[in-house]
């Protein structure tokens, strides 16, 4: 399976909000495909720590979906690196290799750090 992703306005701003949206494709990367049931979802960092306990979140499939991300899943609290995945993962049919194939897709995207002020909270 072949994914593509897109970030809606095109970047993730710190604290903020962006919906993650992913697009699935058969081996051949033309034909839009259905993940099966039991697709989820995990948010990481570039060290590959979970993220807001973002763990294995189920979402219901289809050709395309929408992460959602707001707060607390794009806070950046050492500002080393603003670099965030959604790896996604779940099962399809595949026209050439058939019912039941596993995938794994990363999708990453980064962070705009907010210049924060001592006067905000």
């Known amino acids: 399976m072949l994914t593509t992703t897109s970030i809606q306005d095109g970047y993730a701003t710190e604290e903020g909000s962006i919906g993650v949206k992913i697009y699935f494709w058969d081996t051949d990367g033309t034909t839009a495909v259905t993940p099966d049931a039991g697709l989820v979802w995990t948010l990481v960092n570039a060290a590959g720590e979970v ?25 950046l609290p050492e500002k080393i690196t603003s670099a965030r995945y959604v790896v996604s993962t779940g099962t399809y049919t595949s026209s050439t290799l058939g019912a039941g194939t596993t995938f794994v897709h990363q999708h990453q995207f980064h962070i705009n750090p907010v210049k924060k002020l001592d006067i905000w909270p």
Do not use: F, P
């Not at 993220?51 to 806070?75: H, K």
């Open 51 to 75: 993220i807001n306990s973002r763990l294995n979140v189920a979402i219901t499939a289809g050709e395309s979906i929408i992460v959602e991300l707001a707060g607390d899943d794009l806070v």
